[in-house]
């Protein structure tokens, strides 16, 4: 996979950008739109970089099409026009995009690879999601296929394609087959990582450009640390 970094200034790394579009690399607490916690959120940092990257006078617009989990790192796409917004918007609800993650966890899974399949269902209160085997009151099916990509001394690399886009779809369903991520102690991770981010990271992102139409396909690089440079 080919990794582009166009730009790497002020904390953000800018992996793509047109006249519509520009996708970033995640860092590990960022949130990508602004929250009660009141901390400052991604969309404003690539604010400030398109304002002074371009002189722009008065306020820049931005769309937010979609989200990361504030420990979560990888690709992020946003929309530079009302127009892209929209039909981004349309892509990302329609399931017109294809989504790769890559994640560490600790206990080897059951298959080398395999098809998840389970039934979602989130509690509002603590802010998880629980994956059950069978349909239960108020849950939505969850998807994704998963293969080993690398066994390293303690851990299992994992890449994974989503076909639905669960709250905690990743962690929960991972959690479920007994392999939690790396860091991730609402789902079962027995500690936290020092960074308090987990190792999940949106890898790569493939889909048809809203405006100009090509085939767009981006690979975020993985954050700098150990185990995941041993990837």
């Not at 790769?100 to 690879?113: D, F, G, I, L, S």
């Amino acid at each position: 996979m080919a990794e582009k970094i166009i730009s790497n200034k002020n904390n953000l790394q800018v992996l793509h950008e047109d006249n519509h579009i520009i996708v970033v690399n995640k860092r590990v607490g960022d949130i990508v739109q602004g929250d009660k916690t009141g901390d400052k959120p991604l969309s404003d940092v690539v604010k400030e970089y398109l304002k002074d990257k371009y002189s722009k006078p008065g306020e820049v617009f931005l769309g937010v099409v979609h989200r990361l989990d504030r420990p979560t790192t990888g690709i992020v796409v946003f929309a530079r026009t009302s127009k892209a917004l929209t039909r981004l918007n349309d892509l990302f609800k329609n399931r017109e995009t294809q989504k790769t993650y890559w994640a560490v966890v600790k206990n080897q899974p059951p298959k080398k690879e395999d098809n998840l399949t389970h039934f979602l269902k989130r509690n509002e209160k603590n802010n998880t999601s629980k994956a059950h085997i069978k349909e239960v009151p108020e849950s939505k099916i969850a998807s994704l296929d998963y293969k080993v990509i690398k066994e390293l001394t303690n851990y299992f690399a994992l890449e994974i394609n989503l076909h639905t886009g669960r709250h905690h779809q990743i962690r929960a369903q991972l959690s479920a087959i007994g392999c939690p991520i790396k860091g991730d102690l609402k789902y079962g991770f027995d500690r936290s990582n020092p960074d308090g981010g987990i190792h999940l990271h949106a890898r790569k992102l493939n889909f048809i450009h809203p405006v100009t139409k090509e085939n767009i396909t981006i690979t975020a690089p993985v954050p700098d640390d150990a185990i995941w440079r041993a990837i």
